[in-house]
């Protein structure tokens, strides 16, 4: 029987939740859906100092509206925890005396000033600067007595003198070469854990099997390596994913607009067009195919087809395929994605706490956005009631026939059927009594109701706002 897959998002608290790093939780998430596995989330929070409870907050909250939920990690619990790195100093100890009884490791009790006038030596006189191995081959009853007389020391890994090869589900083989690391801290003379042994002991001690990270952390996965044999445990298999690139093909960066998720969700973006986004960046299943949603990706997902060359954020592709979903979604669907933003900017409106005035006006409004943001201005436009202010509008409301138009249509308007039939039969009639037909008709109509002679469709404008409010306009 295979393995069960156990993956794992590792991010650090130390800001909010990158595009990049939900692309990473992404792959790892569709890959542990795919295969029936377990996603793990893991808070790496060694770095106490730049770690905040406030960017653990927005991680899970960012996590949570994309949809990834996680099997083991905070607020779930799992039978591996603790998931902060900060409770698991004690595990990190454990596995460090792991080395040291096995020989792979041992304490050194060079001082630091001792290594910096060393390395400074060293790079006068053109030598490597790798640690020098005063302490790597101390006599044992040495040892023993230095720490008996409490002399602090650090554990140092005893790096092998071989090279390592990495064969990367993305990036393939990858060799690095005996000479370029010295023997390296894994633990701290103050028992703190070096960042490089906490992942290693985390992968291993929540048996994961598959490391699916971006390429940054290629370079880490030599002493990764090093460490996985040190203590014995066959490594997983690693797949690095290339950078996400600006459309300008420099590292993304916010001088490319926003890359924050928690920022995406705020300007209207939908969740599962994030998702099919985030996937397509460095990912494709082999065809020209764009469109996409979370059951088809975990279907169609393999770290196989994780691309080599990075992938390209294009903010204009973002919206256009957030316009594809948002405009799949029913009216029942996107009724209560859209009303928080129209709440927010008109929150007086009572029209918008009527079911059938909102459902009406969502319906109508639909197919003008890209965003769910995008509702708002589009419902302004029609909720509120403005004079006309552009020049074309200003013309059409100002002639002798619209005014004579305006008063035959209030007053037809106050007794048809307030239904389409009705409308059209009114508005026919008024353009009789005004001799107005067209432009002068249309327009002029729909510039004296909503205050500009575009926008949505008329029928629907006169639905959402109501025989009384329309007629008042027309008087005003
Ligand atoms: N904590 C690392 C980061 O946030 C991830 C380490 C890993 O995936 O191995 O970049």
Not at 301 to 320: A, M, Q, T, Y
Not at 347 to 373: F, G, H, S, Y
């Amino acid at each position: 029987m295979s393995q069960q897959v156990r993956v794992r998002f590792a991010p650090s608290p130390t800001g909010y939740l990158h595009v990049g790093g939900a692309r990473t939780a992404l792959f790892n998430w569709l890959y542990a859906r795919k295969t029936g596995g377990t996603f793990v989330l893991r808070i790496e929070d060694t770095d106490v100092e730049r770690s905040t409870q406030e960017s653990v907050d927005g991680l899970l909250r960012d996590m949570k509206w994309l949809g990834m939920t996680w099997d083991e990690g905070p607020e779930v619990g799992g039978p591996h925890g603790p998931y902060y790195q900060s409770q698991r100093l004690e595990i990190y100890q454990k596995y460090a005396r792991r080395l040291l009884d096995n020989g792979a490791a041992y304490p050194c009790f060079c001082k630091e000033e001792e290594l910096e006038a060393k390395r400074q030596k060293a790079e006068e006189e053109h030598r490597s600067l790798h640690y020098d191995g005063t302490c790597r081959s101390l006599a044992k009853e040495e040892v023993e007595r230095r720490i008996a007389a409490g002399e602090t020391y650090v554990v140092r890994v005893r790096v092998p003198e071989k090279d390592y090869v990495l064969e990367d589900l993305v990036r393939g083989r990858v060799e690095w070469k005996s000479e370029t690391l010295g023997d390296f801290i894994v633990l701290r003379s103050s028992g703190m854990p070096v960042y490089n042994f906490c992942v290693v002991v985390d992968d291993a001690d929540m048996e994961i099997t598959h490391v699916v990270r971006a390429e940054e952390h290629l370079t880490n996965t030599h002493r990764q390596l090093i460490l996985y044999e040190a203590l014995g445990i066959k490594p997983p298999i690693f797949a690095h994913a290339s950078l996400i690139l600006g459309e300008d093909k420099s590292k993304l960066s916010k001088r490319h607009g926003a890359t924050a998720v928690g920022q995406y969700a705020e300007d209207g973006f939908l969740r599962e067009a994030m998702i099919n986004f985030l996937a397509l960046l460095g990912w494709n299943d082999g065809t020209d195919r764009e469109i996409y949603n979370v059951a088809e990706l975990t279907e169609c997902f393999s770290l196989e087809r994780i691309s080599k060359s990075p992938g390209v954020f294009d903010h204009n592709k973002l919206i256009w395929m957030n316009g594809q979903h948002l405009r799949a979604l029913t009216v029942d669907q996107l009724l209560p994605l859209v009303l928080p933003f129209l709440k927010k900017a008109m929150p007086d409106d009572a029209r918008l706490d009527n079911p059938e005035v909102l459902r009406k006006l969502v319906e109508l409004i639909q197919i003008k956005m890209n965003t769910l943001l995008d509702a708002v201005p589009v419902a302004e436009s029609i909720l509120r009631a403005s004079q006309p202010e552009d020049e074309e509008s200003i013309a059409l409301v100002s002639t002798e026939k619209s005014k004579v138009l305006f008063a035959a249509l209030a007053k037809e308007f106050t007794t048809c059927e307030w239904v389409k039939d009705g409308y059209n039969a009114a508005i026919k009639a008024a353009g009789k009594t005004a001799e107005a037909k067209g432009k002068d008709l249309f327009m002029a109509i729909r510039a004296r109701i909503t205050g500009s002679c575009h926008g949505p469709e008329l029928v629907g404008i006169l639905d959402v706002l109501g025989r009384e409010e329309v007629i008042k306009r027309l008087n005003s």
